[in-house]
């Protein structure tokens, strides 16, 4: 009975000073580290793209996802869904304005079906170079200018940077070598009021459509150009039905990066700046991407599939033809001076 009494106070004896020893650790350590620890993220967010992983869509996912997982410690993972499978980039914009969707790369034109306002940062006949859109898109007073507009526009939706890319330009079934030969012909551009207006202007007929419809439509002659960068064009395949890409460079593509709002209130301060600086190194591998493989891709559309490239196409005149309908654009919307600040950084 001695015996077995002593032994239980042993244990006892034991037990206390297991739970001082850890009581006093415990008051110096820092959290464990989820990924060291092997346990689960606390968050598992999604972004989407509408574009294959050879697009530079996917350079930008994958920069955005490695910087936010290393940086955060593993307390968030990122899942990147690509090739439109959540959808088109209207589509998905709606479903970050709903919360279903944590974080999309757009363009200027699909965003505007929710934010009017960002249309003006991706018209048409907008920049005079590639150095214009990348003073105008690194300009913190004007990244923060188009923030609070967003915040603003009551759709649950945070802007976490813009981002330039590549020029687009038109290719199609047949050669282009004037603004004159692309009056009376269906063109497929992207959706925004101001773009088919500009094209309207120029005598096309602009079509608007998905993006995934556009090789059916050249089959089926419903249109008979699209524009594009080179590297949509390559490698969606596109020189089979349009072997004719032609150097307008008229738009340059601006590409705001987003998130729901509804996904950066769940997250702290520290991991909100993380996700920011993320969209920066994003935006940089984006626009380091694009203009690699836009240059790639254009080589091998000329070289292995036999496009012909009309390199002296002078847009010049639509530059100056456009310039009253940026003015009356920027107007309705309340933007002429954010318009004329971008036209002063040229």
Known sequence: MKKKVFAMFLAAALLFLVSCSGSTNNSS?????????????????????DQGESHPYENFAQAFKSYVEEKSNGRIQVDIFNSAVLGS???MTESLRLGTLDFLVSTTSNS????????????????RSTEHALAVCNDPDILAYWQDIVDNSNTNITLLNIAPSGWRNIYAT???????DIKGMNLRCQPAEIETNMWKTLGANPVTMSFGEIYTSFETNLIAAAENCATSYYTNAHYEVAPYFVKTQ???????????????????DDLKQIVYDAAKAGAEALFEAQTQKDEQYLQQAINEQ?????????????????????????RQLGQTEMLNTILSMA
């Open 112 to 127: 505007s079906s929710l934010i009017p306002e960002i249309g003006i940062l991706g018209m048409p006949f907008l920049y």
């Open 250 to 268: 008229h738009t340059i593509m601006i590409h705001p990066i987003m998130a729901s709002t509804s996904t950066m209130d769940k997250l702290d």
């Open 306 to 330: 036999g496009v012909t490239y009309i390199d002296n196409f002078d847009m010049s005149p639509a530059y100056d033809i456009c310039s009253s309908l940026h003015t009356e654009y920027a």
């Open 174 to 180: 047949k050669a282009i070598e004037t603004l004159d």
């Open 29 to 49: 350590a820092s959290a464990p580290d989820p990924a060291s620890a092997g346990g689960s993220p606390e968050f598992v967010l999604k972004i989407g793209h």
């Open 89 to 91: 980039e209207t589509e």
